[in-house]
């Protein structure tokens, strides 16, 4: 099983990446913008480790986060992509 990367929903990309740039070290990796599905994912990692990634997540259209949809940590398994 791999670890893929830790997923966090924002709601202000811009202090968002103040947040994990500036105050916790992360560099961003990639970006990639959906103008058709509304929404920008950013992964950053910390200098010199790229495998243990942060995506945040931008819904461009804001809508009130509740419950637990706001955290989510893929894993890449052999058995689950046999299937």
């Not at 709601?11 to 961003?28: I, M, V």
């Not at 009130?64 to 894993?75: E, L, M, N, Q, S």
Request: net charge negative; aromatic share 12%.
């Amino acid at each position: 099983m791999k670890y893929l990367h830790t997923m966090v929903r924002v709601t202000d990309l811009d202090a968002s990446l103040r947040f994990y740039c500036e105050a916790l070290g992360l560099r961003e990796l990639r970006r990639h913008e959906s103008p058709q599905g509304r929404f920008t994912l950013v992964f950053l990692a910390a200098p010199g480790d790229d495998d243990a990634q942060v995506e945040l997540t931008y819904n461009w259209d804001l809508e009130a986060y509740t419950g637990g949809r706001r955290i989510v940590a893929p894993w890449a398994c052999s058995w689950a992509q046999a299937a």
